[in-house]
């Protein structure tokens, strides 16, 4: 017999098997041609000449997806690890907008933004320059960083906080140069939480569909546009199940590396908090 607090894990479990298990094993068994089990719907996927190139595409996206999320997030969390409770809850706030407004809302106002005569195009405009961030992977990269900003500060801002500034003070009093002493010490500390910033908004990003759709060109199609041709327009359910598993597979990789080198993806949900105690 289970102990009584075990079965408190029925429910999830059961809503678990029947929206994500289910349609999981119902697409694996049609990408097989189950009964008639084969491999050919996986071997199209390398050789139609089509979906490595989208895939590649999506993957190069993300990674640039990444990067400036990286960039723009890292030194926001440390300000928000440095600055006293009060300010520290008002970063929150501004990090945590995305959550808070409709994915049309925010989609659309990036088309208003990166746009023909939009106030981008008019700012390059003003040194005589052309560029065209509407209708590309540039403009859709942009809009995603935005989106996903918050996967990436909120994991950071975990690992930073939890760091001991003290021996930051201790290196600098043994001869240690400030560079030195964050390469050194702060750095390997915060890696934590800077690979699950990084494996989580590159895995969110390959996923991304709203934002590419409506900023982007079929031309340069991700991944999410491919599965969503495939179902609605091709009837390709076969094939889109197996595009899905490989990048549910490809996921899953990446969410078990991060977790094996001392990552985890669930930092994100133990920082939503602007009571911290103030580490300085």
Excluded: C
Aim: glycine residues 8%; aromatic residues 10%.
């Amino acid at each position: 017999m289970p102990r009584p607090h075990w079965l408190l894990l029925v429910p999830a479990l059961a809503l678990l098997g029947v929206v994500l298990l289910l349609p999981l094993a119902q697409s694996f068994l049609r990408s097989v041609g189950a009964p008639d089990l084969t491999d050919e719907h996986y071997r199209t996927l390398f050789t139609d000449g089509v979906t490595m190139r989208v895939l590649l595409r999506t993957v190069q996206t993300a990674l640039l997806v990444t990067v400036i999320a990286f960039v723009l997030g890292y030194p926001y969390a440390y300000v928000m690890t440095r600055v006293g409770p009060r300010m520290r809850a008002v970063l929150l706030v501004i990090v945590l907008v995305p959550f808070w407004t409709s994915v049309m809302a925010r989609n659309f106002a990036w088309i208003l933004i990166l746009q023909r005569g939009g106030p981008v195009d008019r700012f390059f405009q003003l040194f005589g320059l052309d560029v065209v961030l509407y209708g590309n992977v540039s403009g859709v990269a942009i809009a995603m960083s935005q989106v996903l900003l918050p996967f990436m500060v909120l994991p950071l801002y975990s690992a930073l906080g939890g760091i001991d500034r003290r021996l930051l003070l201790a290196a600098r009093g043994l001869g240690s140069s400030p560079v030195v002493a964050f390469w050194k010490i702060y750095w390997p500390l915060s890696r934590a939480g800077v690979t699950a910033g990084l494996i989580l908004v590159f895995t969110l990003s390959l996923g991304f569909y709203v934002t590419p759709a409506l900023l982007g060109t079929p031309q340069e199609s991700l991944i999410a546009q491919l599965l969503a041709q495939r179902t609605t327009q091709l009837l390709d359910f076969e094939g889109a199940g197996a595009l899905g598993l490989v990048v549910l597979v490809i996921t899953l990789v990446l969410v078990a590396w991060a977790n094996r080198i001392g990552g985890t993806v669930s930092a994100i949900g133990v920082v939503a908090t602007s009571g911290t105690k103030d580490p300085r």
